[in-house]
């Protein structure tokens, strides 16, 4: 079977730093993806890792540890517009299983 | 920039009528997918498809039936539409099975 875990609801300051954990148990694994969905809104795709290791792309950083089963997406000097839901996605022989997702509200 | 589209952004529907929902990409991707989002519940994949012609069931199949006769349009089909598959759908395409996901605008449909 598949388990992703994220927090729920998350909130933080603008300019801050702020990580969000996800943690899997699935039966494969092939990568694990990190995609960011604004209210009413479709996701769409921040970062990619496939080996251990963090992956650095400007504000956005992600992180992974296979042996632990865990990931992390690290959002550096926070705006009003990184309010949003934060989706952890496996994938697994083509297909991708999702997180329920973590709102991040940022507060000036 | 790819661009995935989806026929309708919202719908609604009656108990028991079908309801044909399309998607189309124009990327030529391979794989196409069909989610549906609920509060609570995150994404759910029902059906996707990794070439014309072929589907796969996804998670939660039931009472959904998907269509791929050309490379670029992945139809989701409610046989006979029921309130508990208002929701919110979602298609996704991607090049390969291991790229990320592009997903259409959503469509939020309401079975009365």
């Known amino acids: 079977g598949q388990n992703i875990d994220q927090p729920t609801e998350m909130t933080a300051t603008e300019g801050a730093i702020v990580q969000i954990n996800c943690t899997y148990q699935?039966?494969?694994?092939?990568?694990l993806f990190w995609y960011q969905q604004h209210a009413g809104e479709a996701p769409t795709f921040l970062s990619y890792n496939v080996l251990d290791g963090l992956e650095e792309k400007g504000r956005f950083s992600s992180f992974l540890s296979r042996s632990k089963g865990y990931s992390y997406l690290l959002l550096k000097e926070l705006q009003m517009k990184d309010s949003a839901s934060y989706l952890c996605a496996v994938v697994n022989a083509g297909k991708s299983t999702f997180g329920d997702g973590t709102t991040l509200t940022v507060k000036p | 920039d790819v661009k995935v589209t989806q026929s309708s952004r919202y719908l609604v529907k009656r108990t028991g009528e079908k309801v044909f929902l399309e998607c189309v990409q124009d990327?030529?991707?391979?794989?196409m997918f069909w989610y549906r989002q609920d509060p609570g519940l995150g994404l759910r994949l029902i059906y996707f498809s990794y070439d014309v012609k072929m589907k796969e069931k996804g998670d939660i199949p039931e009472g959904y039936s998907v269509s791929r006769e050309k490379k670029e349009r992945f139809s989701l089909i409610l046989e006979s539409a029921s309130t508990n598959q208002t929701s919110m759908y979602l298609c996704a395409s991607s090049l390969n099975r291991k790229e990320t996901q592009y997903f259409g605008p959503g469509t939020r449909l309401l079975v009365l």
């Open positions: 990327m030529d991707h391979e794989n």
């Open positions: 699935t039966s494969g694994f092939n990568g």
